[in-house]
C-alpha cells in the first residue's frame, strides 16, 4: 500500500464562494488519501516524524505541520478554518470551552496594571473571571451599560486595551452599535472583543462591523445539540497567532479535543439552516407573546416593538432565536409557567434543538444582587425561552398552559 500523503489528494474546491450557506458545508475539509467524502475525525495524541531532522524542523518552525494534538490537530484545524471562514476571519483557534476563549483572549492580550471595559451583561462567567480571578493578577475592570457609548468612551483610560461585550445581552436583548463602538475604540488605541455566541456568524459577524477579535461558546450553536463543550477566538493573524492568544493556548492546553472539534465541525454544517429555523419560530413565538394578556413585556430585536429595531435590522440577519418576557405576577407566575411546560426543558443551557426555558432572576442571574438585578432590568416575573425546533404551535401550547394558570 503507498504511503498516504494529502499533497497527491484532489482538495474539495470552493470554487470562490463566499456564500455562508456553501461556507458551512464545504470550507477547512483537508481530504486523506482515503478519499474520505465525510471529514475524518483523527483521536490521536501525537504524530510520528520521518527522521530526526523533520522533528527538529517541526520544533524549530522550518517546517509545517502537525507536532502534538494539545496545539496541532486536523480535526481541529478544520474546525478552526471552517469557523475563520463563516466569521470572515483570517486566522481562529478553538479552545476547550466558551470560557477558555474567554480566558485565552485575556490572558493572551493583556498583562498586570491593563484596563479592560466590559459590559455589565456579561455571561455570569466571564464576570466571575474578570473580577474573583484576572482582579487578582492585577487586572483592572470598569462594567458599562452595554448601549450607553458615553458610559464606553468615558470610561477609556490610558491603560486601557480592551473592550469586551456580548450583543445582543442575555437576557434582556439589548444590543450595541459595534461600528460605533469599534470606531471609539480604536481612536483610543483600544481592542474589541464580541462574544457572538447568541447570534453566530450567521445572524451576525462582527469583524465585519469593525471588531478585532470574535469570541465563541461552541458548546451552543455551533454544536446546537447539547452534546459537546468547545470554543474559539477569531481574529487576524496577528492579534490570534502571534499576539499571544495561540503562545498561551499551546502553553497552558486548554484547547478543543479532536472528538468535541469534529461534533462542532459537523454541527456547524445545518448551523445555517438551524439558525434560519429557530429564528422564525422564535419570531412568531415573540409575536404571539406580545398578544398574550398575561404577558407584561416581551424582549425580542426582531419586533418592531423593540427599542433597537433598526440598529437589529441593520447589524443582524434576523432576530435570533432568544425570546425574553416578563410575564404578570412576578415570580409565583414566573414559575407556574416553567413547571406547567411538557415539552420545553428547564434548563440553563441554551442554542440548542431542543427549546428551553430558564428564570434568570433564581438562576443565571441568582447570585447577584437584587438591586444589581433591577438595574440590569432582571425582575422576577421575567423568562427566557431559547428556542429549539419544535412545531411552533406546540411551544405555544406548551406556554399558554402556564400563562392562563397566571392569568
Ligand atoms: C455559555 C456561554 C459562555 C461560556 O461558554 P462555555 O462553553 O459554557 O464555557 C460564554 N458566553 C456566552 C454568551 C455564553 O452563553
Redesign the pocket.
Known amino acids: 500500500m503507498p504511503k498516504l500523503s494529502e499533497d497527491s489528494v484532489p482538495q474539495p474546491s470552493l470554487a470562490g464562494s463566499s456564500n455562508l450557506d456553501t461556507l458551512a458545508v464545504r470550507s477547512g475539509i483537508h481530504r486523506t488519501a482515503f478519499n474520505e467524502h465525510s471529514e475524518a475525525l483523527f483521536l490521536t495524541s501525537s504524530y510520528v516524524f520521518s527522521s530526526a531532522q523533520q522533528a527538529a524542523d517541526r520544533f524549530g518552525n522550518r517546517e509545517p505541520g502537525n507536532i502534538y494534538s494539545r496545539f496541532t490537530n486536523p480535526t481541529v484545524t478544520a474546525f478552526q478554518e471552517r469557523l475563520a471562514a463563516l466569521e470572515g476571519g483570517q486566522a481562529c483557534v478553538a479552545t476547550?470551552?466558551?470560557?477558555?476563549?474567554?480566558l485565552a483572549t485575556f490572558m493572551g492580550l493583556l498583562k498586570s496594571g491593563d484596563h479592560v471595559v466590559v459590559s455589565q451583561s456579561?455571561?455570569g462567567?466571564?464576570v466571575q473571571l474578570l473580577n474573583n480571578i484576572l482582579g487578582k493578577f492585577g487586572l483592572e475592570v470598569t462594567f458599562v451599560p452595554l448601549a450607553d457609548l458615553q458610559a464606553w468612551q468615558q470610561a477609556i483610560r490610558p491603560n486601557t486595551r480592551l473592550f469586551f461585550l456580548?450583543t445582543p445581552s442575555?437576557p434582556t436583548m439589548e444590543l450595541v452599535d459595534i461600528a460605533a463602538l469599534a470606531q471609539m475604540a480604536h481612536a483610543a488605541g483600544v481592542l474589541v472583543a464580541v462574544?457572538n455566541?447568541?447570534c453566530t456568524p450567521v445572524l451576525q459577524r462582527p469583524l465585519q462591523w469593525g471588531a478585532d477579535l470574535v469570541?465563541?461558546?461552541?458548546?451552543?450553536y455551533l454544536d446546537g445539540q447539547g452534546r459537546v463543550?468547545?470554543?474559539a477566538i477569531v481574529g487576524s493573524q496577528e492579534l490570534v497567532m502571534d499576539g499571544g492568544i495561540y503562545a498561551f493556548l499551546r502553553t497552558a492546553g486548554p484547547t478543543l479535543s479532536a472528538f468535541n472539534a469534529w461534533i462542532c465541525l459537523k454541527g456547524m454544517e445545518t448551523l445555517p439552516i438551524r439558525l434560519q429555523a429557530q429564528s422564525q419560530s422564535a419570531l412568531l413565538l415573540a409575536q404571539w407573546l406580545e398578544c398574550h394578556p398575561a404577558v407584561a413585556r416581551v424582549y425580542y430585536p426582531g419586533l418592531p416593538s423593540h427599542p433597537q429595531y433598526e440598529l437589529a435590522r441593520r447589524q443582524q440577519r434576523l432576530g435570533g432565536a432568544i425570546v425574553t418576557f416578563d410575564v404578570k405576577g412576578g415570580q409565583e407566575a414566573a414559575w407556574r409557567v416553567v413547571d406547567s411546560t411538557r415539552i420545553i426543558s428547564i434548563t440553563a443551557?441554551?442554542?440548542d434543538t431542543k427549546s428551553t426555558i430558564t428564570h434568570p432572576a433564581t438562576t443565571t442571574h441568582g447570585r447577584i444582587s437584587e438591586q444589581a438585578r433591577s438595574s440590569a432590568g432582571i425582575g422576577s416575573g421575567m423568562l427566557r425561552v431559547s428556542v429549539g425546533l419544535e412545531g411552533v404551535s406546540d411551544l405555544q401550547e406548551d406556554l399558554a398552559r402556564g400563562l392562563s394558570i397566571t392569568r
Not at 96 to 102: D, L, V
Open positions: 476547550a470551552s466558551g470560557m477558555s476563549a474567554i456579561l455571561f462567567a466571564t456580548e442575555n462574544d455566541c447568541f469570541v465563541h461558546s461552541a458548546t451552543k463543550l468547545g470554543g443551557n441554551l442554542g
